[in-house]
């Protein structure tokens, strides 16, 4: 049986107007403890939790009640669906955009937008992969190092979050990621080259990651994507 699951991207400008009325009362607190950037994010991600929510299990949007919890995604506490699943929802913020997933089994999702950062790709590169991947990453010409290395994060972050945290090592250096297809792939990145922009996205279900795409993302360019399996390193 197919499992549920979705992904969307959508930008988050700042806000600075009051919460809107869709939000629960945790929500709202969170909301108001926030300034203008974090606001949007909130706002973009929780709107699109919902949506994503009624997209795979029916209702309206607005009919779907989240929880904010600290330090972790929120949680669906009422649904307009009977007998619903428990459902997971991972939502990643970077610079102006908001990537959310939903699935009934444990997903993660991020996304990233280039360069990473000012350091060198190199000394970035010590701290992020497995020997066999440096190996890999060091054949590369420059010009396509900070490509991989944004591709392996994203992958590598998607794939913690999808993780029982006391289950999946912290040490990015000790998470391995391989190249794969159909079933044996747990995780998928999409790709915006002309925009620098990366979506990650994590599930154990292969058939289902296999026929997922990023809502939003197509309108805004040529996609390119590719399955890998990701998994601690021996």
Not at 29 to 34: C, I
Not at 66 to 75: E, F, G, K, Q
Not at 79 to 85: I, L, M, R, S
Not at 177 to 205: F, I, K, M, Q, Y
């Amino acid at each position: 049986m197919r499992r549920a699951l979705s992904v969307a991207i959508a930008p988050a400008a700042p806000y600075e107007g009051g919460p809107p009325w869709w939000l629960t009362e945790s929500e709202r607190a969170r909301y108001e403890r926030l300034r203008p950037s974090g606001r949007g994010a909130l706002m973009v991600s929780r709107w699109l939790a919902r949506c994503l929510l009624a997209r795979v299990a029916g209702g309206r949007p607005a009919q779907w009640r989240l929880r904010a919890r600290d330090s972790a995604p929120p949680c669906v506490d009422q649904g307009p669906v009977p007998d619903a699943p428990l459902w997971h929802i991972s939502i990643s913020h970077r610079r102006d955009w908001v990537a959310v997933a939903v699935s009934d089994l444990p997903v993660g999702v991020d996304v990233e937008c280039g360069p990473m950062s000012p350091t060198p790709v190199d000394e970035r590169a010590a701290l992020i992969l497995t020997p066999a991947e440096r190996a890999r990453f060091d054949a590369l010409g420059p010009a396509d190092r900070e490509q991989a290395l944004l591709g392996a994060w994203v992958l590598k972050e998607a794939w913690y979050k999808s993780c029982h945290p006391r289950l999946a090592p912290y040490d990015f250096r000790r998470i391995e990621v391989e190249p794969a297809a159909g079933r044996s792939a747990n995780a998928r990145h999409w790709t915006l080259a002309d925009r620098g922009l990366w979506v990650g996205l994590s599930s154990n279900d292969g058939d289902a990651l296999a026929l997922t795409e990023v809502v939003g993302l197509a309108v805004l360019g040529e996609v390119t994507h590719r399955s890998w399996h990701v998994q601690a390193a021996s």
